[in-house]
């Protein structure tokens, strides 16, 4: 973990090299009719092989039974403790799309929505309307002006989902979202998580006379008629600098501007990845030479997870199955490959099931996991263990850590 | 954990119902002749059947190679930290009889007891004298005046045991059990823990002349010729309620007072739960509708475990076994069966051993555990983890959390 007192001190710089691979949702539960996961139903003959030259374990991104967002499940892979660094899906995805923010700006993840006549929440992404569409209609919503006292931005970030950027001096951020992530309900005000907090029911204001006014804008749209805001926050200060409390030079490879933001905030250099796997897996081969830690996401199982549509969890993890051969062909010294959290199909959602974790260096000890499972994993050598303990083994196994004390 | 941070905002009332049994003394030892345990030896058909469809493991209660009382292994369970929680038997006990304590009252746990002719204890509960003669010799003892600074009081519990609660303004609790809880010795003085504690010290004071003129009350008993005190304490303050902060309508369903003491404390509403199992699983049936936790406790494993009856505790646990139906018949969304602590018979006492723990849900990623025993649990996919966890999971598994971070 990133807060071990000793790290600046065990740490080394080599020239071995570690890419750890995030699946996004990795892990599942047995579908009811077949009893078996999304990962014992597919066919993984290289993830398989791989599980059996590795140490594999289990993760629990948090704590036992709490349920990750993604932010908390790639803190606790990255060694940070991910309650004490917990950052807003707002700042997030606003660094992630280049967006400087600073200290005076509180930033909001927006997704355009379809509102029927009664103002009721009908589709939460509008038909995920394409790029182009939406840029028109951040370009006319970026006309919209703020208070006195705080100017308002919005940026497009793909497809139906944009950001909404607020700066001034006295400006708070702890506002509950007004996306209800609910069906059938209308959006709700923006309001002050706690009633007395004079910053946040300024900015609340501010907020609730910017959505009345994208409202009145967005009226005659057919789909994208309204927005809801989420995860109001702050860029994180003084937070440990993922590089140099390792000693090591991070490229973080990842197509969606949720995870190129995470990797922003500790540090990383962020790599230009492309918008699939396929090219995140080409600017991985490309910079090679350049870093000695890579911090390579793959989305796509995630979003078939969360979209309760098992064969295509499936269908998912079979293409990174076919791609995993390209990343050994880079003879990495240490390849981890884990999950920032399980998206089971059956549950359409994130859970806090543990996630199969395996190792892969020539310093494995191996206890005969014959498959990269849930199941297989939690019997292999690195048992059940915290996410926060992955960076370090990944660097011990990189021999990048000193020995401890005398 | 009732100490997670975000407990507050993840925690959501949902209609979903959880039934937590917990087997007091669960865990044992295999007897040296056979090789296998008390839940190895013992023929259970409906707890095995429910392992094979639960996540199953095995849980520390507070830390590995600590023995832990029922306050401690109970505290564990519902989630509070059971070294900063922990709470004496006195104030346990009173609670569990609905005494009042309040911030002025000093509670102890008192044993009558037979002494030899020497003052030796001969026998620590009295030859487990009745009810009717128990109540009749505390009021008797009720007599007794205190000083001028602390009012004594009796109060009969069951059988040979009672309760000494002393109410001044000037109390301390921090004394030294009278109970040698050893045969042979006689009983020893009331002492403060530190000699420098002058609190203490002057209530060690008003006990001992409140225990010598009991003992010139008791001189002519056959039986129950002296007392034995242990446990002073006052009842906590400040704790977490359960209730408040897992977002539960909870009931607690025990029989005996320190179990009730122990929900009690936790601000869980104590249902009538009669003086058996049987009436337990009753009131149980009868409230089924009216909470959406239950605590159940099951005491006679532990009892058998206590006194090194490895026979009959395989019958205790038989017994249990075949009342199972009985919950699963309530279908609740959640059934989790786990111990406070583990009671080998061949130990005699409470033991560190690690508990087996179930969680049945329709959550559950399960791994082929064919039985409700220590060591088949200990291979299945909850694995060794603390007791603290167990409360967090059982929430998760009724879909009674929220997602932490975005």
């Known amino acids: 973990m990133i807060e071990f007192p000793y790290l600046n001190e065990i740490c080394m710089e080599t020239g071995s ?5 995030v699946v996004d949702g990795l892990g599942g539960l047995p ?11 597919a066919h993984l003959p290289n993830l398989d092989k791989l599980a059996q030259i590795s140490e594999a374990g289990v993760t629990t991104p948090v704590l036992p039974g709490i349920t990750p967002g993604s932010g908390p499940g790639h803190m606790a892979l990255f060694g940070y403790d991910p ?8 700042a997030c995805e606003s660094l992630g799309v280049d967006i400087q923010l600073g200290p005076n700006a509180v930033a909001a993840r927006a997704n355009f929505c379809t509102l029927d006549s009664e103002g009721k929440i009908i589709d939460r992404r509008a038909s995920r309307i394409d790029s182009d569409k939406a840029i028109a209609l951040v370009d006319m919503l970026g006309g919209i002006q703020g208070s006195a006292n705080a100017s308002v931005e919005v940026h497009h970030v793909q497809s139906y989902r944009f950001v ?14 007004t996306d209800p992530q609910t069906l059938g309900d209308q959006p709700l005000q923006a309001v002050p998580k706690n009633p007395q907090d004079g910053y946040a029911f300024r900015t609340a204001q501010v907020v609730n006379a910017f959505v009345n006014q994208a409202n009145e804008l967005l009226a005659n749209e057919d789909k994208a008629n309204s927005l809801l805001l989420r995860g109001f926050s702050r860029e994180p200060v003084d937070w440990p600098d993922f590089g140099k409390s390792y000693r090591l030079n991070p490229g973080a490879i990842a197509a969606y501007p949720m995870y190129r933001g995470l990797a922003k905030i500790t540090g990383m250099t962020l790599l230009e990845a492309g918008d699939n796997f396929d090219t995140e897996l080409q600017t991985l081969e490309d910079n090679y030479a350049n870093h000695d830690y890579f911090f390579l996401h793959y989305k796509p199982a995630d979003a078939a997870g969360e979209d309760g549509n098992f064969d295509l969890k499936v269908k998912r993890l079979e293409e990174l199955d076919s791609q995993i051969p390209r990343i050994l062909d880079l003879n990495p010294d240490v390849l981890v490959v884990s999950g920032d959290h399980s998206s089971p199909s059956i549950m359409a959602s994130h859970s806090w099931h543990p996630v199969p974790l395996l190792i892969k260096s020539q310093l494995s000890m191996r206890l005969g ?9 939690s019997l292999g050598s690195l048992g059940y263990r915290s996410a926060i303990d992955v960076m370090i083994l990944a660097l011990a196994h990189g021999g990048k850590l000193k020995k401890f004390g005398a």
Chains 1, 2 share one sequence.
């Open 31 to 41: 579908d009811p009719t077949t009893g078996k996961s999304e990962l014992e139903t």
């Open 83 to 90: 309650i004490k660094y917990l950052v807003g899906r707002g």
């Open 369 to 377: 996991v014959d498959r990269f499972t849930e199941r297989a994993c």
């Open 17 to 21: 090299k570690i890419v750890m691979l």
């Open 164 to 177: 909404l950027v607020l700066r001034g001096d006295d400006l708070g951020d702890s506002l509950a979202d």
